[in-house]
């Protein structure tokens, strides 16, 4: 069988969930090698999470010539595993940066790119691709049709599947490129910790919009209560109200949880392309003509800010 | 200093978007304009050259259908000095790569370029990967998605909000840079800019004035191919009630509850 690349998304060392989606995801059809690039103090530890789910090897690069930079070097490391290895496709957590990476090694391998991901399954001459279009109005389903299939696979599109994997170490040292250094890292704060899920990766997200006025602990109250994620419109993040990391729609985060709960959010068309395919919509919101009660499965015409702290509290006596 | 905007002509958001027969984009049923997201672009490139203030010219550069010129006509209403528009039969239905081989093309032709500007995604396909394929083929570094855009003399500095960290990314021109709806509001042209639009130069390009071979491009050379495309099922309509003295949250309460989501 094939190898399928798997690059692990961590910061520092510490993996994050979409990558062992994207390691059950690539046993459909392969064996999954993962590919680190980071501390190499690290790796040992990387290397026994993603054996859990199944990585038959991992592939670990030092990031000593890598950090600091933004997108090409990783692409360059890519490459040269891709070389290595001659998987039957490499899958890409579908971050900003993953896109970027996709992007240039699509163009270095001379091979198709899929962004976005949503599904993959394996078809007849490769790996089939899903993806949501048109801000949520369209499925599309589509594949690569020339060289390694590169596919950015979003958050949530599996779930996790145990698998033990041999887990075999490679080190690779890389060679990099001198134009790959030309963008450099010169300064970087990492986000606090909010204490909640990672909005994208969440089962339950709770948003505010310019309903709130500016208040948003109705909205985290709700949130906690839940044990979900907090998002905004773009207006209460214009507002200066909650920093843009929270953001969901067209030019913020994507987000597909189970249960997504719009509040004092009309349902701009560049805010449902962010949330439309969530399972569960959930609004409340005064306005009874709010475009966003188009889309709910449930919707309370009602104050946010009397409407949400009593569900909180019935909420909370519930789970006792 | 030479920037050269990408600015891409898109169905409009807020229309009915369709697919043709052939998975590709509707892009004749449907009204089109400059993508909104390169607004942001054209704004940033035209506030670099006022404080550059020297002989700074500003190119847009579109590469679509006839209809297409639309787009780089508003970025020159907006300010921008000159406009190239490339349009071709054979580039309908390319993906990104044969889009971003012909923008490179057309850079390299543009002459010795210190800053190619993109939007942070297109608004139709918004795959968000143009300019760093482009940033590949040109063989140029990448500083994208930019918040805080900032320049002195040949050096680069932006800020932008990434995955997992705020981070400032410095370079040295020349490079691609794109840029987010973060940037700051893009001036809606004025009466005197739609006035001196008329009279700037605005070139259209064929892929053999690139040296592009046709065969390179267009739906048959594609890396990718759509299979299907399925208009999302509408949503059944949901249960509304309206709060009254409370019952809102406890009709609320009971439904996450039969979901099971306490
Ligand atoms: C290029 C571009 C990109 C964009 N990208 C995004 C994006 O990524 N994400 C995004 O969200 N938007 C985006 N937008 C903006 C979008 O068009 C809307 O302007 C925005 O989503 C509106 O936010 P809102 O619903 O919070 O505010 P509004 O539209 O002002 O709606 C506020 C709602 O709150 C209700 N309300 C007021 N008070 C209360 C109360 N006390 N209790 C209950 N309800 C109350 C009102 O009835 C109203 O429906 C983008 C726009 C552009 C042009
Ligand atoms: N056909 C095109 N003509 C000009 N610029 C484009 C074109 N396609 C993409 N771009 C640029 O690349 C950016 C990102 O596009 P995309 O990768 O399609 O999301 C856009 O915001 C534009 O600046």
Redo the contacts between chains.
């Keep these: 069988m094939s190898e399928v690349l798997v690059l692990i998304d961590h910061?520092d060392g510490a993996v994050r969930k979409p990558t062992y989606e994207l390691l059950t995801i690539a046993k459909r059809f392969g064996e999954p090698s993962a590919v680190y690039i980071g501390p190499a103090g690290q790796a040992a530890d990387v290397t026994e999470k993603v054996k859990k789910y199944g990585a038959e090897k991992v592939y670990v690069v030092d990031d000593a010539q890598v950090k600091g930079y933004?997108?090409?070097p990783k692409?360059e490391v890519l490459q040269q595993v891709a070389e290595k290895a001659s998987p039957a496709a490499i899958l890409i957590p579908s971050?900003?940066?993953g896109?970027?990476?996709?992007?240039?090694l699509?163009?270095?391998l001379?091979?198709?790119?899929?962004?976005?991901a949503v599904d993959v399954q394996p078809g007849d001459g490769g790996p089939?691709a899903t993806q949501?279009?048109?801000?949520?109005?369209?499925?599309?389903?589509?594949?690569?049709?020339?060289?390694t299939p590169i596919i950015t696979v979003k958050p949530n599109s599996a779930a996790p599947e145990e698998a033990a994997g041999a887990g075999t170490v490679e080190e690779v040292t890389p060679t990099i490129s001198d134009?790959?250094?030309?963008?450099?890292?010169?300064?970087?704060?990492?986000?606090k910790a909010s204490g909640r899920p990672e909005l994208t990766e969440a089962a339950?997200v709770v948003a505010g919009g310019r309903g709130t006025g500016g208040d948003f602990t109705p909205i985290e109250g709700l949130a906690d209560a839940?044990g979900g994620a907090v998002g905004a419109s773009?207006a209460a993040v214009d507002s200066g109200w909650i920093a843009?990391?929270f953001q969901i729609g067209?030019?913020g985060k994507t987000v597909s949880p189970?249960?997504y709960v719009a509040n004092g959010i009309s349902g701009a068309?560049?805010h449902r392309a962010g949330m439309?395919t969530s399972k569960?919509?959930?609004a409340?919101n005064k306005d009874?003509e709010a475009p966003i009660?188009?889309?709910?499965?449930?919707?309370?015409?009602?104050?946010l800010n009397?409407?949400?702290p009593?569900?909180t509290?019935?909420?909370t006596k519930?789970?006792g | 200093m030479n920037i050269v905007v990408c600015v891409k002509y898109v169905p409009d958001a807020t229309a009915d978007r369709q697919f043709e027969s052939d998975n590709t984009v509707d892009r004749v049923g449907v009204d089109g304009l400059l993508s909104e997201l390169d607004e942001y672009a054209v704004e940033q490139a035209l506030q670099l050259k006022e404080k550059a203030g020297d002989d700074t010219e500003v190119t847009a550069l579109c590469v679509g259908p006839e209809k297409a010129v639309d787009a780089v006509r508003k970025a020159l209403q907006m300010g921008a000095d000159k406009g190239i528009h490339v349009s071709d039969e054979a580039i309908a239905g390319s993906d990104y790569a044969a889009t971003s081989l012909v923008l490179a093309k057309a850079v390299e032709k543009a002459g010795p370029v210190d800053l190619v500007m993109c939007g942070m995604a297109s608004t139709d396909a918004a795959g968000s990967v143009v300019p760093a394929m482009l940033a590949e083929r040109l063989g140029l570094p990448q500083v994208t998605l930019a918040s805080v855009v900032e320049s002195q003399g040949d050096q680069v500095r932006i800020k932008r909000d990434g995955d997992t960290a705020t981070e400032v990314i410095g370079g040295t021109m020349p490079l691609v840079l794109s840029v987010t709806d973060q940037s700051g509001e893009a001036r809606y042209p004025s009466f005197k800019g739609i006035m001196a639009a008329k009279k700037k130069p605005l070139e259209t390009w064929s892929l053999s004035d690139l040296g592009v071979d046709a065969g390179e491009v267009g739906i048959g050379a594609a890396w990718t191919a759509v299979e299907e495309t399925t208009a999302r099922p509408p949503r059944t309509a949901g249960e509304i009630v309206k709060d009254e003295d409370g019952s809102g949250a406890t009709a609320l309460t009971e439904f996450l509850a039969s979901k099971k989501f306490i």
């Design positions: 910061v933004l997108v090409a692409a971050t900003s940066e896109k970027e990476i996709g992007a240039r699509s163009i270095k001379k091979s198709g790119l899929i962004t976005d089939v949501s279009v048109f801000a949520g109005n369209f499925t599309l389903t589509g594949k690569v049709t020339q060289g134009a790959a250094k030309g963008a450099q890292i010169v300064a970087s704060q990492p986000r339950i839940l773009r843009h990391t067209q030019t189970q249960l068309i560049q439309q569960t919509i959930v409340v009874e009660f188009e889309l709910v499965d449930f919707g309370v015409v009602g104050d009397t409407v949400l009593a569900a509290e019935e909420i519930r789970k």
